[in-house]
C-alpha cells in the first residue's frame, strides 16, 4: 500500500545537477528543453520514515560542490 521512491530527500533539478556537474568536469554546459516540472518531483518521504533508510548521500547540491570528488 505504499509507494518507496529510491532518490535522495533532498535533490536538485535535471537541469540544474547536470549544469552543475559539467561545469565542476570541465564539460560545456548542457541544454534543456523547457517542461513542466512540478509533476516531475519525486519524493522519498515513505523510504526514510516507513523503512528507517538512511542514504549515503542525503543532497546532491552539497555533494556535488565537495572539494574531494
Known amino acids: 500500500g505504499h509507494i ?3 532518490c535522495a530527500p ?3 533539478s535535471k537541469m540544474d ?5 559539467a ?4 564539460f560545456p554546459e548542457p541544454s534543456f ?4 516540472g512540478s509533476w516531475k518531483t519525486v519524493s522519498s518521504a515513505n523510504t526514510s520514515s516507513l523503512l528507517n533508510y538512511k542514504y549515503l548521500i542525503n543532497n546532491w547540491t552539497d555533494w556535488l ?4 570528488l
Not at 33 to 36: F, G, H, R, S, W
Not at 65 to 68: A, E, H, V, Y
Open 33 to 36: 528543453v523547457p517542461e513542466l
Open 4 to 6: 518507496f521512491n529510491g
Open 17 to 21: 545537477f547536470y549544469t552543475s556537474a
Open 23 to 26: 561545469i565542476r568536469s570541465g
Open 65 to 68: 560542490s565537495q572539494d574531494k
Open 10 to 12: 533532498h535533490h536538485p
